[in-house]
């Protein structure tokens, strides 16, 4: 059974932290691009970082570069999401997907919500 599980997220002041971890279970995890979304109230899910199956340098949306670090540990089928300097535009439901090189599977987590609220 295929399972992506996130944890992590939760209530910070802005110029916070969290790390967000996102576990895989029941599929070649190694082989799979990873990435992170998040998708706030009334707004389309928009793509936050992304890294390779290797673990090479992540990509990043403009609005979290500097203060995001995308990363993974494929002996943990773990990736994870280092979020400083949070911010409150920062706030919303942060989910993990995984795409297979072909990008013919695709899995999603059920999500983690992350509120930066004073």
């Known amino acids: 059974q295929v399972q992506l599980v996130e944890s992590g997220g939760g209530l910070v002041q802005p110029g916070g932290s969290l790390r967000l971890s996102c576990a895989a279970s029941g599929f070649n995890f190694g082989r799979y691009t990873m990435s992170w979304y998040r998708q706030a109230p009334g707004k389309e899910r928009e793509l936050v970082a992304a890294i390779t199956s290797s673990g090479g340098s992540g990509n990043y949306a403009d609005s979290v570069k500097g203060r995001f670090t995308i990363s993974r540990d494929n002996a943990k089928n773990t990736v994870y999401l280092q979020m400083n300097s949070l911010k409150p535009e920062d706030t919303a439901v942060y989910y993990c997907?995984?795409?297979?090189?072909?990008?013919?599977?695709?899995?999603w987590g059920q999500g983690t919500q992350v509120t930066v609220s004073s």
């Open positions: 997907k995984g795409v297979h090189p072909t990008m013919a599977v695709t899995y």
